[in-house]
């Protein structure tokens, strides 16, 4: 994409904290969310690309500078800190896992709600004084909240310690970013709103080397009514089959024993191409004749949850039969308004499919409580869905008003009070699904893959199940990274304690 292109596309490139007049700024280079301008993208202008490469110009910029990044959000952010991360790298930064002696601090936001916002805006705060010691040191935001004009404006205008400002789309263009913020006294910024290009050969420092992360899709076509993210990660884009097949070969022959593929909406993967009728079923079915022990995938929208992918994770193998399907209310009106596109009777016919065909899958969800007028009723529907389906963890969430999204202009009667003993309520329910999940492990054997020692405990091993179960034990610390037998002894609500047994035979042949 060219620089006339660019700003065609609605780039904000800028350095502009000389600008005064920020609004008419906005009203002229940026669009902000809108559902409107949003739903008409098109197909077309999707790129594939695999020539990225750091300018010559910028090799050396990081020599003797250190880089620490903190992450906020999803799984995806992570993964995009494990890209920047191998950008800081290739210009020739170190990590460091402090701010204190960091030469650039960036903080990865997330838009999801606003208390995750409102944190971001604290550790900008806590940054000030370190700004002010060390007025050479970088301080960059980036990721989703980058994409809210509202939040770009807030940092334009109360924010000075802030040195950069980019989106999601552009993180590629780290190392110019970055130049331009060394050579300029103002705030660079740097957000396209629209969706870039796909772009295959970023280089990657990836967090640990027994789980990956891999991206199948980016951006999200949905418009959940409360949603943010169709607007801040912008349109589905599929990366190509033999891309993402060819990254988990590569992770297989590097040793890594567990896959986690990422998108907003993968069930959605594939929609995009052209010229191919391939989906998340096809991938998954060739992805499983890989030689890697435990493949998994998040998030998937129920709507997309086709038949061949369920017929393709009945086959098993390395397919893990955990799956976790947001549903978000158990109430059909609550969910017409959320723009879900299912209703509940069609949520519990899928769940139905699902179970019939792999016996023994656990599931699991994200709900949302306290939508605008929800009643108690809908309410008490989502508590009875939760048990009739059987799901044995849930992320639960009170409803996050979001600026620009449909929702966010609905009026809403229910009050805060109401919407907080709600989420309790259905935490108690959560908490005792899970302890009842997790009552006949005891006395089982269960498989682990042994991440490290334990949160609370260094002589004690911690690692999850193929069912993503949370096991604690203690043994010898070279089988961290294998995959082992566990006795369980124990079973908690969101835990189970174990005794070794030993490493997994199979294992040891496919490593
Ligand atoms: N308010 C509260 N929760 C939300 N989620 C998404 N948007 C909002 C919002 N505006 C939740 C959904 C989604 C999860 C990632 O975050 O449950 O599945
Ligand atoms: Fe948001 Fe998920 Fe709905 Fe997409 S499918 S709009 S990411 S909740």
């Known amino acids: 994409m060219n620089e006339e292109q660019r700003l065609q596309s609605g780039l904000v490139k800028s350095?502009?904290?000389?600008?005064?007049?920020?609004?008419?700024y906005f009203e002229t280079v940026y669009t902000p969310p809108s559902l409107k301008n949003a739903k008409k993208r098109g197909k077309e202008e999707i790129a594939y690309h695999d020539d990225f490469q750091i300018e010559e110009r910028f090799l050396g910029m990081g020599n003797g500078r250190k880089f620490y990044i903190r992450t906020y959000g999803c799984q995806m952010n992570e993964h995009d800190t494990e890209v920047m991360a191998g950008i800081f790298t290739s210009l020739?930064?170190?990590?460091?896992?402090?701010?204190?002696?960091?030469?650039?601090?960036?903080?990865?936001?997330?838009?999801?709600?606003e208390n995750?916002?409102?944190?971001?805006?604290?550790?900008?705060g806590h940054l000030k004084p370190l700004k002010l010691e060390r007025p050479d040191m970088l301080i960059g935001v980036c990721g989703c909240m980058s994409q809210e004009e509202s939040v770009?404006?807030?940092?334009?205008?109360?924010?000075?310690?802030?040195?950069?400002?980019?989106?999601?789309?552009?993180?590629?263009?780290?190392?110019?970013?970055?130049?331009?913020?060394?050579?300029?006294?103002?705030?660079?910024?740097?957000?396209?709103?629209?969706?870039?290009?796909?772009?295959?050969?970023?280089p990657k420092v990836r967090h640990g080397?027994?789980?990956?992360?891999?991206?199948?899709?980016?951006?999200?076509?949905?418009?959940?009514?409360?949603?943010?993210?169709?607007?801040?990660?912008?349109?589905?884009?599929?990366?190509?089959?033999?891309?993402?097949?060819?990254?988990v070969r590569q992770l297989a022959a590097n040793g890594y024993k567990e896959i986690m593929l990422l998108g907003q909406n993968v069930n959605a993967y594939g929609k995009d191409f052209e010229d191919l009728d391939y989906r998340l079923g096809d991938l998954m079915d060739d992805l499983r004749k890989i030689n890697i022990p435990r493949i998994r995938f998040t998030t998937s929208h129920p709507r997309d949850f086709d038949d061949h992918l369920i017929e393709v994770l009945a086959k098993g193998g390395n397919l893990l039969d955990h799956i976790h399907l947001p549903v978000q209310s158990g109430s059909s009106d609550i969910l017409k308004i959320m723009a879900r596109k299912y209703s509940r009777e069609q949520y519990l016919q899928l769940v139905g499919k699902?179970?019939?065909?792999?016996?023994?899958?656990?599931?699991?969800?994200?709900?949302?409580?306290?939508?605008?007028?929800?009643?108690?009723?809908?309410?008490?529907?989502?508590?009875?869905?939760?048990?009739?389906?059987?799901?044995?963890?849930?992320?639960?969430?009170?409803?996050?008003?979001?600026?620009?999204?449909?929702?966010?202009?609905?009026?809403?009667n229910i009050s805060m009070e109401v919407k907080k003993?709600?989420?309790?309520?259905?935490?108690?329910?959560?908490?005792?699904?899970?302890?009842?999940?997790?009552?006949?492990?005891?006395?089982?054997?269960?498989?682990?893959?042994?991440?490290?020692?334990?949160?609370?405990?260094?002589?004690?091993?911690?690692?999850?199940?193929?069912?993503?179960?949370?096991?604690?034990?203690?043994?010898?610390?070279?089988?961290?990274?294998?995959?082992?037998?566990?006795?369980?002894t124990e079973a908690k609500t969101w835990s189970l304690d174990g005794e070794f047994i030993g490493v997994v035979e199979e294992d040891k042949v496919m490593s």
């Not at 350095?15 to 008419?24: L, R, V």
């Not at 204190?100 to 709600?113: E, K």
């Not at 048990?387 to 929702?407: H, L, N």
Request: proline share 4%.
């Open 15 to 24: 350095t502009a904290a000389a600008e005064k007049d920020y609004s008419k």
């Open 209 to 247: 080397n027994i789980k990956a992360w891999v991206n199948i899709m980016y951006g999200c076509d949905k418009f959940c009514t409360y949603c943010i993210v169709p607007y801040t990660r912008g349109k589905e884009r599929s990366r190509r089959p033999q891309d993402i097949i060819q990254e």
């Open 92 to 113: 020739g930064y170190e990590s460091t896992n402090t701010v204190d002696d960091a030469d650039v601090v960036l903080l990865n936001t997330c838009a999801i709600r």
């Open 421 to 488: 003993e709600r989420l309790q309520r259905l935490n108690k329910l959560v908490n005792e699904m899970s302890a009842e999940a997790m009552k006949p492990y005891k006395g089982t054997v269960v498989k682990v893959l042994v991440e490290g020692e334990s949160k609370r405990n260094p002589e004690v091993l911690a690692g999850y199940t193929e069912k993503n179960k949370l096991v604690n034990f203690r043994a010898p610390r070279s089988v961290i990274g294998e995959i082992v037998n566990v006795k369980i």
């Open 152 to 202: 770009v404006k807030k940092i334009l205008q109360t924010y000075d310690q802030v040195d950069m400002i980019f989106g999601t789309h552009n993180i590629h263009r780290l190392p110019n970013i970055l130049h331009e913020a060394y050579m300029s006294k103002e705030m660079v910024v740097e957000v396209w709103s629209k969706e870039g290009d796909i772009i295959e050969n970023l």
């Open 354 to 412: 699902i179970k019939k065909a792999i016996p023994n899958v656990t599931l699991t969800t994200d709900i949302i409580v306290g939508f605008p007028n929800e009643t108690d009723e809908q309410f008490e529907e989502t508590l009875s869905l939760y048990k009739e389906v059987g799901f044995e963890m849930a992320y639960t969430y009170i409803y996050s008003p979001r600026e620009g999204t449909p929702a966010a202009k609905m009026v809403d």
């Open 116 to 124: 995750a916002e409102n944190k971001v805006f604290g550790e900008l």
